[in-house]
């Protein structure tokens, strides 16, 4: 069976730190993206970061690029998301995604429509 299960989300104040991390099953990261977004009431769902399961390829998007970094450990089927200098606005609820992608792609993007989501773990930045 297919699942994606995030863990690492917390309270923490403006300026700190948390590493979320997305476990795989059913699955191997050198076949799939794997997506990071996140959602927060009265907004739209906000892509933030990817990565190529097997190349390695990372995508971030603007508001968290230079203060988060993604990574994969391809061993324990993990991808985390390392935040770094977290905002009030970074809170919501993160979840991660995954797509197939080609043998030949080293490249990601969290634009793709996603086939499987996990439940998602909760950030909340206070000031």
């Known amino acids: 069976q297919y699942r994606l299960v995030e863990s690492g989300g917390g309270l923490v104040q403006s300026g700190g730190s948390l590493r979320l991390s997305c476990t795989i099953s059913?699955?191997?990261?050198?076949?799939?993206?794997i997506a990071w977004f996140r959602q927060v009431p009265g907004k739209d769902r906000e892509g933030i970061s990817c990565i190529n399961g097997r190349a390695g390829g990372t995508e971030y998007g603007d508001s968290v690029q230079g203060r988060f970094t993604v990574s994969k450990d391809n061993a324990k089927n993990t991808v985390y998301l390392q935040m770094h200098d977290l905002k009030p606005e970074d809170t919501g609820v993160y979840y991660c995604?995954?797509?197939?992608?080609?043998?030949?792609?080293?490249?990601?993007?969290?634009?793709?429509?996603?086939?499987?989501w996990g439940e998602g773990t909760v950030v909340t930045v206070s000031s």
């Open positions: 059913g699955t191997s990261l050198d076949y799939n993206i």
């Open positions: 995604a995954s797509v197939a992608t080609s043998p030949l792609s080293t490249t990601c993007s969290y634009r793709f429509t996603m086939d499987f």
